[in-house]
Protein backbone atom coordinates (compact mmCIF):
# COMPACT_ATOMS: atom_id res chain seq x y z
CA UNK A 1 0.00 0.00 0.00
CA UNK A 2 1.13 3.45 -1.03
CA UNK A 3 -0.07 6.85 0.88
CA UNK A 4 0.12 10.32 -0.59
CA UNK A 5 -0.46 13.34 1.46
CA UNK A 6 -0.26 16.93 -0.67
CA UNK A 7 0.09 20.27 0.96
CA UNK A 8 1.16 23.55 0.07
CA UNK A 9 -2.21 24.75 -1.88
CA UNK A 10 -3.61 28.19 -1.01
CA UNK A 11 -5.19 31.79 -2.45
CA UNK A 12 -2.75 33.72 -4.73
CA UNK A 13 -3.04 36.52 -7.30
CA UNK A 14 -2.73 35.90 -10.70
CA UNK A 15 0.97 35.67 -11.54
CA UNK A 16 1.90 34.37 -8.37
CA UNK A 17 3.13 31.44 -7.42
CA UNK A 18 3.05 28.20 -5.01
CA UNK A 19 4.76 24.85 -4.42
CA UNK A 20 2.63 22.06 -3.79
CA UNK A 21 4.30 19.07 -1.87
CA UNK A 22 3.69 15.01 -2.08
CA UNK A 23 5.09 12.92 0.72
CA UNK A 24 4.87 9.32 -0.27
CA UNK A 25 5.21 6.48 1.98
CA UNK A 26 4.89 2.74 1.43
CA UNK A 27 6.72 0.11 0.04
CA UNK A 28 8.79 -0.23 -3.15
CA UNK A 29 8.14 3.50 -3.54
CA UNK A 30 11.48 3.59 -5.52
CA UNK A 31 9.61 1.86 -8.18
CA UNK A 32 6.31 4.26 -8.88
CA UNK A 33 5.78 6.54 -11.53
CA UNK A 34 4.77 10.11 -9.89
CA UNK A 35 2.15 12.56 -11.43
CA UNK A 36 0.27 15.42 -10.40
CA UNK A 37 -2.86 15.88 -11.59
CA UNK A 38 -5.94 18.40 -11.15
CA UNK A 39 -9.65 18.84 -11.50
CA UNK A 40 -11.63 22.00 -11.59
CA UNK A 41 -15.70 22.70 -11.04
CA UNK A 42 -17.61 20.72 -13.38
CA UNK A 43 -14.91 19.74 -15.29
CA UNK A 44 -12.65 16.11 -15.37
CA UNK A 45 -10.08 15.05 -13.64
CA UNK A 46 -6.70 16.10 -16.20
CA UNK A 47 -2.81 15.37 -16.29
CA UNK A 48 -0.54 17.71 -15.45
CA UNK A 49 2.39 16.29 -14.74
CA UNK A 50 4.76 13.40 -14.31
CA UNK A 51 8.32 12.21 -13.44
CA UNK A 52 9.89 8.55 -11.96
CA UNK A 53 11.60 7.94 -9.30
CA UNK A 54 14.70 6.72 -10.78
CA UNK A 55 14.81 8.31 -14.08
CA UNK A 56 15.37 11.98 -14.87
CA UNK A 57 12.28 12.69 -17.61
CA UNK A 58 9.81 14.88 -16.87
CA UNK A 59 6.35 15.10 -18.71
CA UNK A 60 4.05 17.72 -18.53
CA UNK A 61 0.90 19.09 -20.36
CA UNK A 62 0.75 21.58 -22.76
CA UNK A 63 -1.32 23.86 -20.30
CA UNK A 64 1.22 24.20 -18.07
CA UNK A 65 4.80 24.12 -19.79
CA UNK A 66 6.84 26.72 -18.93
CA UNK A 67 5.29 27.56 -15.88
CA UNK A 68 5.06 24.51 -13.99
CA UNK A 69 7.76 22.31 -12.43
CA UNK A 70 7.66 18.88 -11.68
CA UNK A 71 11.18 17.27 -9.41
CA UNK A 72 11.80 15.19 -6.71
CA UNK A 73 13.58 14.52 -3.19
CA UNK A 74 14.28 11.13 -3.40
CA UNK A 75 15.88 11.63 0.84
CA UNK A 76 12.04 12.84 1.63
CA UNK A 77 10.55 10.72 -0.50
CA UNK A 78 8.29 14.36 -1.72
CA UNK A 79 7.87 15.26 -5.40
CA UNK A 80 6.80 18.93 -5.63
CA UNK A 81 5.02 20.83 -8.25
CA UNK A 82 6.64 24.48 -8.52
CA UNK A 83 4.19 26.59 -10.55
CA UNK A 84 4.79 30.16 -11.62
CA UNK A 85 2.88 32.58 -13.67
CA UNK A 86 -0.33 31.16 -11.97
CA UNK A 87 -3.22 31.92 -14.16
CA UNK A 88 -6.90 32.52 -12.67
CA UNK A 89 -7.86 29.25 -15.07
CA UNK A 90 -5.27 26.87 -12.86
CA UNK A 91 -7.91 27.14 -10.17
CA UNK A 92 -8.70 23.42 -9.46
CA UNK A 93 -7.92 20.30 -6.52
CA UNK A 94 -4.71 19.26 -7.02
CA UNK A 95 -4.07 15.75 -6.58
CA UNK A 96 -0.64 13.99 -6.10
CA UNK A 97 -1.07 10.50 -8.08
CA UNK A 98 1.32 7.61 -8.01
CA UNK A 99 1.31 4.38 -10.51
CA UNK A 100 3.15 0.93 -10.18
CA UNK A 101 4.83 -0.46 -13.33
CA UNK A 102 4.33 -0.88 -15.85
CA UNK A 103 3.04 2.33 -16.21
CA UNK A 104 5.44 4.84 -16.56
CA UNK A 105 5.56 8.49 -16.35
CA UNK A 106 5.26 9.01 -19.97
CA UNK A 107 2.20 6.76 -19.39
CA UNK A 108 0.45 9.14 -16.94
CA UNK A 109 -1.43 11.14 -18.84
CA UNK A 110 -5.36 9.61 -18.05
CA UNK A 111 -6.79 9.22 -14.75
CA UNK A 112 -7.46 5.18 -15.48
CA UNK A 113 -3.27 4.53 -15.18
CA UNK A 114 -3.24 6.00 -11.69
CA UNK A 115 -2.87 3.40 -8.95
CA UNK A 116 -3.06 5.53 -6.12
CA UNK A 117 -4.10 9.00 -5.45
CA UNK A 118 -3.44 11.70 -2.64
CA UNK A 119 -6.79 13.63 -0.69
CA UNK A 120 -5.85 16.43 -3.11
CA UNK A 121 -5.23 20.09 -1.79
CA UNK A 122 -7.25 23.41 -3.58
CA UNK A 123 -5.06 26.08 -5.40
CA UNK A 124 -7.50 29.52 -5.81
CA UNK A 125 -5.68 31.74 -8.51
CA UNK A 126 -7.67 35.07 -8.00
CA UNK A 127 -7.58 37.66 -11.30
Known amino acids: QVELVESGGGLVQAGGSLRLSCAAS????????MGWFRQAPGKEREFVAA????????YYADSVKGRFTISRDNAKNTVYLQMNSLKPEDTAVYYC????????????????????WGQGTQVTISS
Open 97 to 116: AAAWPPTTAQAMGVPRAVDY
Open 26 to 33: GRAIGSLA
Open 51 to 58: LSWRGGNT
